[in-house]
C-alpha cells in the first residue's frame, strides 16, 4: 500500500540525547514537511523540503535538524537543544513542489521526556 | 491577528442534526483550503478541499468567501461517528506550501 510511515509510535528522551524519528513516503511525493503537534495549540510546522538536497526551516526549527538525501526519506533529529521536546509529531508530504495540493500524514510519533 | 482561527467549542449536537464551523484566515493572498478530521490520538485526516465555487461531499459541504476570507464545513444528518476534531488549513506559499493550521473544533455527537 502507498503512504507514509512513522516510525517509532513512541519515544522516550533522556536528557542531553539527540533522538532521530523516521518518515518514509512510497508515494514518489516531491515535498515533505515536518509539524509539531502540542495539545490545545494545533500544528506548527518544523521544517519543509521541497527536493531532494534541500530542505527550510519552518516556523519552529529551533532544536530541530533534518536531512534529505533521498526522495522518500525524511528524518527528524530532536537535539538535546530542544528544551521542550514533548509532543506529537507529524510527518506529511504532498505531491509537487509549489503545489497547492493537499498534504497527507504519517500516524505520527509521541515523544516524552524521561 | 493569528492566520488561522477557528471557534476551539466543542460544539455538542444530538444525532441527526446539522452543524456548521467557520474558520478565518488572515492572509487575503491564500490560495488553496482544506479541512481535516482527527480523531483523538491520531493524525489529521483529508475531509476535504475547498473549492471557490463550494463543493459537496455526501453530507459534508464546505464553502469559501474570499470577501470576508473565511471558509465553513457545513455537515448534515451528523452521526455519532462524525465525533472528531475539524481542522481548517490554509496553504502558505511562503513557506514552501506547508499547511497553516487552525487549532481545530471539536464535535461530539451525542445519541
Known amino acids: 500500500d502507498g503512504g507514509i510511515t512513522q516510525s517509532p509510535k513512541y519515544l522516550f528522551r533522556k536528557e542531553g540525547q539527540n533522538v532521530t524519528l523516521s518518515c518514509e513516503q512510497n508515494l514518489n511525493h516531491d515535498a515533505m514537511y515536518w509539524y509539531r503537534q502540542d495539545p490545545g495549540q494545533g500544528l506548527r510546522l518544523i521544517y519543509y523540503?521541497?527536493?531532494?538536497?534541500?530542505?527550510q526551516k519552518g516556523d519552529i526549527a529551533e532544536g530541530y535538524s533534518v536531512s534529505r538525501e533521498k526522495k522518500e526519506s525524511f528524518p527528524l533529529t530532536v537535539t538535546s537543544a530542544q528544551k521542550n521536546p514533548t509532543a506529537f509529531y507529524l510527518c506529511a508530504s504532498s505531491i509537487g513542489q509549489r503545489s497547492n495540493q493537499p498534504q497527507h500524514f504519517g500516524d505520527g510519533t509521541r515523544l516524552s521526556i524521561l | 491577528r493569528k492566520e488561522v482561527e477557528q471557534d476551539p467549542g466543542p460544539f455538542n449536537v444530538p444525532e441527526g442534526a446539522t452543524v456548521a464551523f467557520n474558520c478565518t484566515y488572515s492572509n487575503s493572498a491564500s490560495q488553496s483550503f482544506f479541512w481535516y478530521r482527527q480523531d483523538c490520538r491520531k493524525e489529521p485526516k483529508l475531509l476535504m478541499s475547498v473549492y471557490s465555487s463550494g463543493n459537496e461531499d455526501g453530507r459534508f459541504t464546505a464553502q469559501l468567501n474570499r470577501a470576508s476570507q473565511y471558509i465553513s464545513l457545513l455537515i448534515r444528518d451528523s452521526k455519532l461517528s462524525d465525533s472528531a476534531t475539524y481542522l481548517c488549513a490554509v496553504v502558505n506559499s511562503n513557506s514552501g506550501y506547508a499547511l497553516n493550521f487552525g487549532k481545530g473544533t471539536s464535535l461530539l455527537v451525542t445519541p
Open positions: 523540503s521541497q527536493i531532494v538536497n534541500d530542505f
